[in-house]
DNA sequence: CATGAATGAGCTTTCATTCAT
DNA sequence: CATGAATGAAAGCTCATTCAT
């Protein structure tokens, strides 16, 4: 968490500091972020940096943190009430939700690109301070609850699958990151039900 | 490739250094890895050490080549008649293969885990040299060809399915290295079998 | 250029360091001078002195350009109007300004050696910035008005002849560097005066 | 100077050597020359090397008294009666000689001009093992019997003269190198006598 | 709240020389 | 006489962090 120092500053100083690291930690990885390059892109002094953050940690601590709650603006209003939807449809709503975070936002896609870089380091863990698999106990329920309603299949590896549906979210966002783009938001919820068919062919009862 | 030197030391030399070099790129990525620590580890001096590489590059591009070398032993040969054979026999041999391979070779398994932290850097492409997105090219080509042979439906997105399926071997894999094991090679065959099922269901015609 | 840092600096620091980076050029040349021996002598660490400067070369230019720079109060204020002045009148005075600056400062003298030893490299290049021969072309404008004015022979080899003028001044100034040295002022002045006597002789028309 | 096994060496391995050392310290000066360079080129083993010389220096010494030899071939017949010449002709063929040798051995030429590279180091003094100034001391001598002879003026300060006359055979030799070229013999004695004209018109009697 | 100089362990790489075989 | 593996000090340079002002 940044120091109180950093909230007490003027918006516009703060938003540049933010600027300029979301660009940083886009443009590079947690280890090859630089904090002199911040600082000068940021026009503030070093000591400054360190008065609004304890260290190279807590600031990009932050950026994730910030990005998670961006992220959280897109969720779907289908997943407030979960379970007046088969699994599916919420599943969907997550795909879609998640794609269109890093459409919107490809700095925060290119920041969640290298944020996976670092997947096994400890700055990772400590970042997700032990939620490291919160996603996976999330789809774990929802794939339970499923077997549950009869919408699912029941000899499933539950564990693995909710392991496998989460990292195939992710999965798309690199490819469409990476190698293609959509046209436009039918396009892009085109793709995504054509994949929860898949899915649903795949495991439906 | 390793210097002559390298090749022209006793076995066991050669062997402790490859120990050395291995665990130090399961342990660390290629930039956190030291070259200061192997020759420690290995009980040899620096110039020793760059008498048998060209440099960092060169070491972990010969372990990177160690580790391919290895893993082509446990392709299957029913991949030497790829033809012969349906579609979703042909990726179940590939995923068993890979299964296998990083269970029986887990430090490698580290190490690939490792390689792909770096996947956005210019040592990766160097190391791979171009063939980039080989594996994309493969599921492509497998793809396309029963679609043909009418295996599966027609109406999939050919490069986003051959990219998911390459993506999907690879966070099984890292799914049963972080989160789970396997008892023995049956229950292996079996959550193979389990998944084949669930990509049949999802795209065959 | 060095950074701003540097001329942040007390000025007493930053003589100290100038002194301590004088010393080591003019001791060693640009490849034998040691960054870690400068650190030591002026009592600083390796961090710090790359915040004043960007690299080993950019110590060096910054000397080579403090040199130039007091190398250009010794010129003669008979430099300012060449064209009121015949050819040999000007000569002597650019020798005596180089004699007399290498007397008052030996220590820019024996830089000015070392920078000559490596008068072949990149580096002696890249400080220069492409001036290599801007002493040449000096001298031979210089002789080619003095052909114009009648003052000397016009069927000399203009090129060799700027080269060898230009030369001869290093030359001397290395002779009395080395083996010799003047008793006083009026000394130095009746040497220079005997050898512009000699080239006024050998060129003259 | 190499060691017996050097000599004991078929010619055709020697010359091996000595031409890769000679193309080495053509190159490259004293210290950026390489020993590990040489042992490749000459496709010997680092031991060997060292079995036939000392050290690096014992090399460049080698070589160095190797080109002294070849450059005293070139030196004129009149070089044997020098009393029966006068001054100016016996200058004039050092000259000559020192053009000559260096024109039909560019190589050598490069080595001299990478000799002068170290004139203020140890190993230079190692080399000349004390005779850094013989040359200065033959014109020395030169001068002052020319003085006796009444061939030259007998104001001249003969040491410093002495050390010119011999710079600027060296200085001629780099500008002929560097910037010039002769078409023929005929256009080399012309600017040796040109040049020998100036300095007799500069300092005879 | 701002500053920016100071730090120093760490990085990868080079190289002439030795010596056991 | 040939070999080539071993050495290790030294090189230039980077970087997150601290702290006195």
Chains 1, 2, 3, 4 share one sequence.
Do not use: C, W
């Not at 940021?42 to 601590?61: H, T, V």
């Not at 944020?115 to 301070?129: A, R």
């Amino acid at each position: 968490m940044p120091k109180e120092t950093f909230f007490n500053l003027p918006a516009e100083k703060r938003d540049l500091i933010i600027k300029v690291v979301t660009d940083e930690f886009a443009a590079f990885n947690y280890e090859q972020a630089s904090v002199n390059r911040i600082v000068t892109n940021a026009g503030i002094s070093k000591g400054s940096l360190y008065q609004y953050f304890e260290d190279k940690r807590d600031i990009y601590q932050y950026l994730i943190d910030l990005m998670t709650k961006e992220k959280v603006k897109y969720v779907s209003p289908v997943m407030q009430n979960p379970e007046d939807h088969d699994i599916f449809t919420l599943i969907r709503e997550l795909y879609v939700s998640g794609l269109r975070f890093v459409l919107e936002n490809p700095k925060f896609g290119a920041i969640g690109k290298r944020f996976m870089e670092i997947k096994n380091s400890v700055v990772y863990d400590e970042i997700m301070h032990g939620n490291r698999d919160a996603a996976n106990q999330f789809f774990r329920i929802l794939l339970e609850k499923a077997v549950d309603k009869g919408e699912i299949r029941s000899d499933l590896d539950i564990p693995m699958f909710a392991y496998m549906i989460g990292a195939m979210n992710t999965q798309m966002i690199e490819y469409f990151t990476d190698f293609e783009t959509f046209e436009d938001d039918d396009k892009l919820l085109e793709t995504v039900d054509i994949f929860i068919e898949f899915l649903k062919n795949g495991i439906e009862a």
